[in-house]
């Protein structure tokens, strides 16, 4: 019986160090997501959550180590990269002249979607957003602003989802939604590589934790 | 609203409590003191920076006269109907244009502001407030006098009017600016919000004087009142006098609602011309004028991948017409440079004209150049997304360009053959510029810094300033040099470079 190449994670990050100046914030760090998976990478502030995410999304680059997406180098400047992997961090910014919903819609379309409009109502009504779609970005809540956020990682194609605290600032019926959504998406085979200083979502979501605080 | 024992909450106090008076004087005395306390610059640092700017000023000021007087001689030369039209009324709309860009700044800071900081410890404590605002309208009349004044007479001085009328024509737009402070004032403590009106109007007016100077449609004006601008003056002092009494009377009824947002805007403003990202200042004001409209009649989509973003430029456009309707307007100055024969000049004058006139289409380029998160969202190469965002005001600004192809055509006396493709040019020019300015990064304080009077400068700080005029003098040069579809072709192959490099960088 010939035998199958096995198949690489979804995300593998191998002696991932970033260091600034003297400092170094990250250290070696191995890391296996695979697809249907979900690590969440905890620890004190400072501890190098945000940067690993930041380097795992290809929007710094690591002093040392490789990230790959299913077997290939992500490389923030390739369209496979972008279209394979949905990042919410906090430095999200938006058009100050498109509305809630047509920022979805854009995000939609631009990645293809078919039937956009029907993807894109379903998310607004999910993360609770409809009676804002008309709203521009400038005049929504710090917690609007999130979920918004983190619909534009739900209305488009995605195989890793690469999230920065998405707990932050939401409400509980927001946090409770995105608990389900997350455990929804693991169950569609995506990998979920999150920070968080949730435990309750971090217990609920996460099949392993990386705590930054005791790595060597 | 009451207190419990009948008191206003609200103090709107008519005459001013002397001990609250008293009260905030002693405030102030003591974060001078604190200030004080905290001053680290010494005696002999503050002499030697006297000294620099003694000196510059001095060398800034004979560089100054010596532009004025050449000036000066040329324009003794200038004796066709149209340059002694455009002599005439350049003091007349010189200073309505002043008024009306007081009055545009005023309605967008208040006037009246207080600094976040006040707007939080200082406005919520019981103190009058007419003696905490009035520092800050003394302050924004000295401005405004200052600023406009010298503008007059340096505008004066150099369109060759006479050294008696020099100093009476800018004390004269300076008193019309102090007046235009005062009204604004007294209007926002009124909560009157027809100001907006009379700045478009007078605005408008500016930009019929010059559509009509360009046609030759009615005679110019004199130069100057018949009478002189001395008793001019004199009128408008004391109206200007009586705007600000008024204002100084409607001090206290100013909430706190209509103190803070001037104030919120400010340090976003200061910051970024302290690094002189002017493009940052376009992005504070755009962000401001869309978190006041709130909410916008969604408009869903069409196309896939880059078509999709190209209609969304589309829809742009439809949702605010304003850039392309200052586009139109400014159609008047490549006509304009015709009539008053700048010849050549005309082209790099267009070109800078459509530069800087467009820059409001190319917000979204703006955007997601300033935030490479929105382009990570997106699944195409950076280049692929800043093409499509280029597209639609790149053809309006093309459009445009051929447009002012005749006064061009006029202006430099060019062949009909040639005319063409230099308008194109010129318009490839200003598309250029303007993505070299909504494109450029901000200084970045990790590169090596120069020591300055202003203390240490990351030398990116001074590229900032130049951004878009380095691409924009780059472009003309070959058009100025030579004014042919040679030339064109040759400022089409450097601004095809630039536009690479600048839509492909990562």
């Known amino acids: ?216 | 609203m009451t207190l419990a024992d009948g008191a206003p909450v609200a103090d709107l106090p008519d005459r001013p409590d002397p001990a609250a008076s008293r009260h905030l004087r002693d405030l102030r005395r003591q974060v001078r003191v604190w200030r004080r306390g905290r001053a680290d610059t010494r005696l002999v640092d503050a002499i030697s920076d006297a000294y620099i700017a003694v000196f510059s000023t001095a060398m800034l000021t004979s560089m100054a006269v010596s532009v004025v007087v050449n000036v000066r001689t040329v324009a003794a030369t200038c004796t066709s109907l149209a340059c002694t039209d455009g002599r005439a009324a350049l003091p007349w709309l010189t200073g309505l244009g002043l008024v009306a860009g007081t009055l545009g700044a005023a309605g967008l800071l208040g006037p009246m502001l207080v600094s976040p900081a006040v707007g939080s410890w200082l406005l919520p404590a019981p103190v009058d407030r007419r003696a905490l605002l009035r520092p800050r309208l003394a302050g924004t009349a000295a401005v405004a006098f200052a600023v406009a004044a010298v503008v007059a007479v340096a505008v004066a001085a150099l369109s060759g009017f006479p050294g008696s009328s020099v100093l009476a024509y800018g004390g004269c737009v300076g008193a019309a600016c102090l007046l235009a402070v005062g009204v604004a004032a007294a209007a926002q403590a009124r909560r009157l919000r027809r100001l907006g009106l009379v700045t478009w109007t007078l605005t408008a007016l500016v930009w019929a004087g010059l559509v009509a100077l360009t046609a030759d449609a009615v005679p110019a004006p004199a130069s100057a009142p018949p009478t002189g601008w001395a008793p001019v003056l004199g009128i408008v002092a004391v109206l200007a006098v009586g705007a600000l009494a008024l204002a100084y009377a409607g001090l206290p009824r100013l909430a706190r609602d209509q103190l803070a947002p001037g104030g919120a805007l400010l340090p976003g403003l200061s910051g970024a011309l302290a690094g002189l990202d002017f493009a940052l200042v376009q992005d504070v004001l755009v962000a401001r004028r869309w978190r006041a409209r709130s909410t916008v009649r969604p408009v869903r989509g069409r196309g896939v991948g880059g078509a999709a973003l190209v209609w969304r430029e589309l829809a742009r456009v439809r949702r605010d017409p304003r850039p392309v309707v200052l586009l139109a307007a400014a159609l008047v100055v490549p006509y304009l440079g015709g009539s008053l024969g700048l010849g050549r000049a005309d082209l790099l004058v267009t070109a800078g004209t459509g530069f800087l006139a467009g820059i409001g289409l190319f917000s979204s380029l703006r955007v997601l150049s300033r935030t490479p998160s929105l382009v990570r969202c997106l699944p195409l190469t950076a280049a692929a997304v800043r093409s499509a965002c280029v597209s639609v005001p790149a053809a309006v600004v093309l459009v445009w360009a051929l447009c002012a192809e005749p006064g061009l055509q006029a202006a430099a006396g060019l062949t009909p053959a040639d005319a063409a493709p230099l308008a194109v040019a010129v318009g490839v020019t200003a598309v250029t510029a303007v993505v070299r300015f909504v494109t450029g990064r901000p200084p970045d304080y990790r590169l090596p810094l120069v020591t300055s009077p202003m203390g240490a400068v990351p030398t990116s700080l001074y590229v900032s300033a130049a951004r878009g005029f380095d691409a924009l003098l780059l472009g003309s040069a070959p058009l100025l040099l030579a004014p042919s579809a040679t030339g064109a072709a040759i400022s089409l192959a450097l601004d095809g470079i630039v536009l690479a490099v600048l839509l492909n960088r990562a």
Not at chain 1, 11 to 28: A, M, N, P, Q, Y
Request: aromatic share 2%; proline share 7%; hydrophobic share 45%.
């Open chain 1, 1 to 216: 019986m010939p035998r199958t190449p096995p198949t690489p994670p979804r995300l593998r990050v191998r002696g991932l160090t970033r260091r600034f100046g003297d400092v170094e914030v990250v250290t070696g760090l191995d890391l296996d997501l695979p697809a249907g998976g979900a690590v969440a990478l905890v620890g004190r502030n400072g501890a190098g959550k945000s940067t690993v995410l930041r380097c795992v999304a290809a929007a710094d680059v690591p002093t040392a180590g490789t990230v790959e997406l299913d077997g290939e180098a992500v490389d923030e400047r390739s369209p496979r990269t972008r279209r394979d992997m949905a990042v919410v961090m906090d430095d999200l910014d938006f058009f100050p002249d498109l509305s809630v919903v047509e920022h979805l819609d854009l995000f939609a379309r631009a990645h293809g979607v078919p039937d956009a409009e029907a993807v894109v109502d379903a998310v607004l009504h999910e993360v609770r957003l409809v009676p804002q779609s008309a709203q521009l970005p400038g005049t929504l809540s710090s917690g609007q602003r999130r979920r918004l956020a983190l619909a534009s990682a739900f209305v488009r194609p995605r195989r890793l989802l690469v999230l920065d605290e998405p707990e932050a600032r939401l409400d509980r019926p927001g946090l409770a939604w995105l608990v389900d959504r997350l455990q929804r998406e693991k169950a569609d085979g995506l990998g979920i590589l999150l920070a968080s200083h949730d435990a309750g979502l971090v217990e609920a979501v996460a099949d392993s934790v990386v705590d930054l605080d005791r790595l060597p």
